[in-house]
């Protein structure tokens, strides 16, 4: 094997690519370029149009044994921000905190699983990177997943390093999400002078009484494992700049945070028939951003759980909470469970690492791969 990777000298350069999302080329070069001498097989490949494209994947696989553990995560980031002490790209490290846009969402972890993965030769190890988590997502880990099945890769195990962890690490793992749905609903009518309300139809009225009914569902109570289900309005909208018209059309969003009892497209359905009680030609569209997902607690979370306890002292709780992340999608391949840095500045000014923390995470990963591979 070649010499192990230094996981906070690889996070540092990761950091000082600029990867906002959608993230192309020079971040994946750092990523291949380490991840070459260990072994790895590397694919990378552009896929997708305008808008939501085009966007790089990166696909990386080692070793022939029984079992098989992949790593998923991202290296794109959100833009960085005004106000930032330093550079947002400079990887610097100050009181032992490595700055820098995504040294937690999730550069950081990315590094710590290839640094890991320098330490072991067990097993099959692949890591499924993707340019764009944090953008529309349209073309990253969904088309990965495409590439893996047209080459009949299917892990048996999946972590993705998402910063779950808030007041210190190794605090918690995620073991499923609740999905999202977003819905649009519009209501025509048509325009007229207020005066003569008798030559118009004021679309208005109707959709109040469509939120209104809304307002009132109750989806669900919770389970053992998920926080109720909700409902929120997230727009309204009628763009009407005269006070003495009465508009064509009135319009409102909605987002759904669900938990497993649900699907997606099952509550666009219920929302549409509220709708349509009040507003037979109402336009009712919906988009599903992922379905709610559990990995049961058991012999996966038993085993993170273990590698978390033996480095930190620290016994995970197993949580669902928070939004959602690519492991909406890889839970269809297999068990999933997110598990990395802590989440306090992510997506903030002056977001940093601390550096005990990196290389804490990196001897967790370690053993992971051991236990899961050896």
Not at 246 to 263: C, E, K, V, Y
Request: hydrophobic share 45%; proline share 6%.
């Amino acid at each position: 094997m070649s010499a192990p990777i230094d996981p906070v000298a690889l996070t540092q350069a990761l950091l000082r690519a600029d990867s906002v999302t959608p993230a192309r080329g020079t971040v994946f070069d750092i990523l291949e370029s380490a991840l070459d001498p260990l072994g790895f097989a590397v694919d990378r490949f552009v896929v997708g149009e305008a808008p939501d494209g085009p966007v790089e994947n990166m696909l990386a696989t080692r070793g022939n044994g029984p079992r098989h553990l992949a790593f998923a995560g991202h290296v794109d980031v959100v833009p960085p921000g005004e106000g930032w002490t330093g550079s947002p790209w400079s990887g610097e490290v100050r009181d032992g905190l490595l700055y820098g846009r995504g040294a937690v969402d999730m550069k950081g972890a990315v590094a710590a699983f290839v640094a890991a993965a320098s330490r072991s030769d067990a097993g099959t190890l692949s890591l499924i990177i993707t340019g764009d988590e944090e953008g529309p997502a349209t073309y990253g880990t969904v088309a990965l997943m495409e590439r893996m099945a047209a080459r009949g890769i299917v892990p048996d195990l999946c972590v993705v390093g998402e910063p779950t962890s808030t007041a210190r690490l190794g605090d918690m793992v995620k073991i499923g999400r609740r999905g999202s749905v977003n819905i649009w609903i519009d209501v025509p009518g048509r325009q007229g002078h207020v005066a003569y309300p008798h030559l118009a139809d004021n679309p208005i009225p109707r959709l109040i009484a469509i939120l209104a009914e809304i307002e009132t569902v109750v989806l669900d109570k919770g389970t053992d494992w998920f926080q109720p289900s909700n409902i929120e309005v997230t727009d309204i909208a009628v763009g009407n700049p005269a006070h003495n018209v009465i508009p064509a059309r009135a319009t409102a969003r909605l987002s759904i945070r669900f938990n497993d009892q649900h699907r997606g497209t099952d509550l666009i359905e219920r929302i549409r028939a509220i709708a349509e009680r009040y507003a037979p030609r109402v336009a009712v569209t919906g988009k599903v951003s992922g379905e709610a997902f559990l990995t049961e607690p058991g012999a996966f979370s038993t085993l993170l759980s273990a590698a978390i306890v033996g480095a930190t002292g620290v016994a995970p709780e197993l949580s669902t909470t928070g939004g959602t992340s690519d492991a909406r999608f890889l839970s269809k391949l297999c068990p999933v469970v997110e598990f990395g840095l802590i989440n306090a500045t992510m997506h903030k000014v002056d977001e940093a690492v601390a550096v005990a923390d990196l290389l804490t995470l990196t001897d967790i990963y370690e053993d992971v791969i051991a236990r899961a591979l050896g």
